[in-house]
């Protein structure tokens, strides 16, 4: 059974930092391809970030050159360096794996950036 777990999220203020955390088991991760959505509240959920098996990475528009995502395959771990936030990057955020035909998500952790 796939298992994703963020970790991370919290209250900061306008120009913070936070760093989000996706654990992931139950799958080989090394060959998944990882992502970070967000969905704020009365909003559809959007893509923040992605990386692929090979290191890749693709980012939302509104968080290019703020946002980071790295992946270590060694302890199963994603992560999103999330610099210079804004009271607009407040959200619900996702963890989201996607491995052949499988899609699996993560129970969320809350962002919110006071101005």
């Known amino acids: 059974q796939v298992q994703l777990v963020e970790s991370g999220g919290g209250l900061v203020q306008a120009g913070g930092s936070l760093r989000l955390s996706c654990l992931v088991s139950g799958t080989r991760f090394s060959d998944a391809a990882a992502n970070w959505y967000r969905q704020a509240p009365g909003k559809q959920r959007e893509l923040v970030a992605g990386?692929?098996?090979?290191?890749?990475?693709n980012y939302g528009n509104s968080v290019k050159g703020r946002f980071t995502i790295s992946r270590d395959n060694a302890k199963n771990m994603v992560y999103l360096q999330m610099n210079s936030l804004k009271p607009e990057d407040t959200a619900d955020y996702y963890c989201?794996?996607?491995?052949?035909?499988?899609?699996?998500w993560g129970q969320g952790t809350q962002v919110t950036v006071s101005s």
């Open positions: 990386i692929d098996s090979g290191g890749g990475t």
């Open positions: 989201n794996l996607v491995q052949g035909n499988m899609n699996n």
